[in-house]
């Protein structure tokens, strides 16, 4: 089958952006489990932790086996990004705190928060993923990121194939998951040059309830071209995802254990507002995603190269609730509350809530508002460095990340037409909240130095922050700026190869977090009483690796500063639409973290391996901290982290030839606490997951390949809460089925 005449004009365009290096590894190429030979403690994810998720999940799953770990979605297909939890080493990406890094192939993803940021599993499908690098404590001096205290994700796209080739694949599960996946790919373009056009397209509903219980609906394509010259190599890629997600909602401990199936969302549309208020449907997720990057390395010198790597970032977002109520303001246009009312006589006018007994009686209808807060997001950026040989036993390296960020956000408010009927709303809102920017200029020079002396190599660097942000209010024309710097931070780190199979490292570095733009819609003056976050990571290892034994074992320290958290005042009744329930961003006291981080694979023959992974992890607040000021201590020096887990493990057996491959893997997670007094205890609770795959060249005929794969996550129906914020969290999901069939033509 021809294809070329699409990719020519693919190239073309993605010839515009650059990225990062060309490597010519093949789509199939295998990655290993033991982690890249740096100073850093790292690890990447291998084939067999891909062949056990599903199509349907999204890329996330496949880093949730590596030691020091936790993944937490709020379904097996990871379908909602309002639940997606990540914890490593104290650290977390949740609703209220982004701590670690994410780069899509060195790219920055512009921040992991909910409101304003873009993670991975939106930027990158599982069948175009390589593989997912983990740097634990820090990632390389050049990581791109504002939230890397505890280390970075860099989730890496695969090449083209080096031949023509197009791949349909039907995916099929339990909770109406389907999904329709087609790549093709363009054999050589032009001399040593490739690319692919992949198209995904995907549906399943919420695994509580039915009927109208919610869904996710997710369209996404990427493109990406690669071409290795004389003097340079380039890359191109481009992605475009647009996603609509129906949210799970959080649970209190008491409300899990009353019914451990139920998210307290509702799926019948009963006409009663203070139902209503709860129907999935109305609680959901809008996301549109374009990025574009590329890169061209060039080789200036035998001894000299430079890489520079542009990219642009354009994001539109939504997030809707159902408020129980109409609002008063005084005026549309960021107005201030008055009052609200939750019901209308005849002719439309208020009726004092007294006089009304449910919304049968005479004259009383029933009123509700369906709210939306739009977050959106654009992105220029730049990411240049030069790698020089000095001699065979000095390199050094130096480069600079340049981001310009502009992020509208604003919440307004519909009536609904009927809420007796349906949540349909007037699409013109009543009343305008707040519309807010946030622009953010970023600069991160650094500088590095690696000299080998014999079996020992040395690594010494420096880099630092520079970060500019203000905040309008778009109605008053209000600004609030500051800069949000970091000092100067190192970076040092050592390899030294006691034999051949056996290497020790480790490694010292100061990380640093911004302020979350956000942070600015308070005064300048509040933000006097906080500081930046800042951490200081310590690692040594070693890593084993003969072929067939893979091993590596770390211990670590940190030491977390500053850490900053957002505090409610005294809660609101019932969901706080209206920002009743005033709050802070504070800084609630440091982190002192330290563990040991173990992982194993070992061949036991030509077929069949093992794998396994341990961690034990003890982070605890460092000060007592009284965040609302009331005499009684929110934080306890001594109180275990929030979500913090202390001990995880993973045993994995998988199997290959060259047709079939299978995997049971049973992922250990041990009791936590989920709110800083330590008085949410979440249970320990083991998930085990099942593959099962089969894969059949074809020698002439339509076909050149056909397979087809069987996943059953959560096998034994394990029943356990995963993460979420303080008091409120989310309910692993239940067993599910799906089964992809793929074929190659």
Known sequence: MKIKAVFQLTALASAVFAASTFAAENVTEEIIAVGQPIAQANNVTDDSMKEQQSAMTSVFASVDNLPGISISEGDTFGSD?????????????????????????????????????????????????????????????????????????????????????????????????????????????????????????????????????????????????????????????????????????????????????????????????????????????LRKNLMAYGSVEFFATENLTVTLKPYYHWMKGRGDWIPPYLVNTTGKNGGAYVDRYTYVDDSGNPVADGSCVGSASAGCNPVSSYRHTHYDKERFGLLTDADLIISDANKAKAGIWIEDSHRPESRDWHEVLDSRVYHYNDFEPYWIQYKNTFDTFTVMPYVQDTMTLGDLEV??????????????????????????????????????????????????????????????????????????????NVDLGLRYNTGATQATVAIYQVDFANRITYISGAAAAGIDYLNEASGAYLNVGGIDSYGIETSVRQMLTTNWDVYASYTYNNSEYKKDVDTDGDGNLDVVGGNKVAASVKNLAVLSLNYSNERYHSSLSTKYTGSRYGDFANADQLDAYAVVDFSLGYAKEVDGGLFKRAAIDLVINNLLDESYLGGGIEGSYFIGAARTASATLALDF
């Open 459 to 536: 690594t010494l660097g420096v880099k630092k922050y520079f970060v500019d942000m203000e905040y309008t209010n778009e109605f008053t024309g209000d600004k609030v700026s500051t800069d949000s710097n970091s000092d100067i931070l190192p970076q040092a780190g050592f390899i030294y190869n006691l034999t051949p199979e056996l290497e020790l490292h480790g490694s010292y570095a100061d990380n640093f977090a911004a302020f979350r733009d956000e942070m600015l819609t308070g005064s300048k003056e509040s933000l006097k009483e906080v500081e930046p976050e800042k951490s200081t």
């Open 81 to 285: 990004d309002w639940s997606t939890t990540v914890s490593m080493r104290g650290y977390s990406i949740n609703l209220n705190e982004q701590q670690l890094g994410m780069t899509v192939d060195g790219i920055p993803n512009g921040g992991s928060n909910y409101g304003g940021g873009t993670k991975a599993n939106r930027l990158l499908d599982g069948e175009n993923m390589q593989g997912i690098e983990v740097y634990q404590g820090s990632g390389a001096i050049s990581s791109a990121s504002l939230d890397a205290l505890g280390g970075v994700f860099n989730f890496v796209s695969n090449d083209p194939m080096r031949e023509e080739n197009v791949r349909v694949a039907l995916t099929n599960g339990d909770y109406n998951a389907r999904r329709y996946f087609v790549r093709a790919d363009s054999g050589e373009l032009m001399a040593n040059t490739f690319g692919y056009v992949s198209m995904s397209d995907s549906y399943n509903n919420r695994w509580i309830g039915d009927g109208s219980n919610g869904n996710t609906r997710r369209q996404h394509i990427e493109a990406k071209v690669v071409s290795e010259q004389k003097n340079m190599n380039m890359m191109g890629r481009i992605v475009f995802d647009n996603a609509e997600e129906d949210n799970y909602n959080g649970v209190s401990i008491a409300q899990f254990e009353q019914n451990p199936e139920w998210d307290r969302l509702t799926w019948q549309w009963t006409g009663d507002p203070v139902i209503d208020q709860n129907y999935a449907e109305a609680w959901s997720t």
